[in-house]
């Protein structure tokens, strides 16, 4: 596979690597949560703002972290670090961590992803699409964008050479 030689094609496939990850982090708090009761028990209750603030700071640092190395380890191109960066971040909100969470923990993706309404992404793109809430026809479609947007991102950032 002659696009796994160049560093900076690496670099993104470990971007997305990185948001997979999150969702099987996620997956392993969902069997966590089953364990004390599951979702809506009074264990969840008290843990979940706790967990997900978290989860969301473990996520946020490792991303920032990952731009960071490539940035100080890799090559001086800030514009290829903002492309890792930006990979994961575009990828995470367009639904990837969430599409990759149902895959892991084997539940079927139906009904209203209601929890996902007020994420400005996946919120905005099920709006779009006339839907009440998020939906996973709308999740799918969200992600989809998403990796649109990821691949004419990157192929311009690597192009920049900032």
Do not use: C
């Amino acid at each position: 596979m002659r696009w796994l030689q160049d560093r900076f094609n690496r670099a993104i496939l470990i971007a997305v690597a990185i948001v997979i990850f999150f969702a099987y982090m996620d997956s392993q708090g969902y069997l966590m949560f089953q364990t004390v009761g599951g979702f809506g028990s009074t264990a969840h209750a008290a843990m979940e703002p706790t967990y997900m603030k978290f989860f969301w700071t473990f996520a946020y640092g490792l991303i920032a972290v990952a731009g960071l190395m490539y940035y100080y380890v890799y090559r001086r191109d800030k514009s290829e670090a903002l492309a890792v960066v930006g990979t994961s971040l575009v990828l995470l909100w367009a639904g990837l961590e969430d599409f990759m969470y149902y895959v892991f923990t084997g539940i079927t993706l139906t009904g209203n992803l209601t929890w996902l309404d007020t994420t400005w992404f996946m919120g905005n793109v099920a709006k779009f699409l006339g839907f009440e809430h998020v939906t996973p026809t709308s999740l799918v479609i969200s992600l989809g964008l998403g990796i649109i947007i990821t691949y004419f991102m990157v192929k311009y950032l690597k192009k920049a050479r900032w």
